[in-house]
């Protein structure tokens, strides 16, 4: 199960099963197969092996429509722009306030170096 690079073969090599594949989709794909782990000694149980009950199915077909069915909000474009244009300006504003606060700082520091030279 190793990149084949001895060259007699260019591709993915499973020395278990003794096959090589020339792309990675297949060679995953043999990786998960029933024969590759077989004899590689593990077993491999799918979700389709067993027979669902009645319950389950009955379940699922309600979770199914339950995402089938349209949601009671309505789309309002102009709450929508609304929305965004508030969340800009409130970036600009916390943009604007840090900016603030770093020339602060940076006249502080400059003051506090004229006055220790």
Do not use: F
């Not at 297949?26 to 009645?54: F, M, P």
Request: one cysteine or more.
């Amino acid at each position: 199960m190793s990149l084949n690079l001895l060259g007699d073969r260019p591709g993915y090599h499973c020395s278990a099963c003794r096959v090589t594949y020339h792309d990675s989709l297949r060679w995953i794909d043999h990786c998960n197969s029933r024969s590759h782990l077989k004899a590689i000694g593990q077993e491999h149980v799918l979700a389709y092996d067993r027979t669902a009950t009645l319950e389950e199915v009955r379940k699922r077909i309600h979770e199914l429509a339950e995402m089938q069915k349209p949601k009671n909000e309505s789309y309002d474009l102009r709450k929508n722009i609304a929305t965004k244009e508030e969340a800009i300006e409130e970036e600009k504003a916390r943009k604007r306030e840090d900016r603030r606060i770093r020339r602060r700082q940076e006249r502080a520091a400059k003051r506090y170096n004229e006055d220790s030279e």
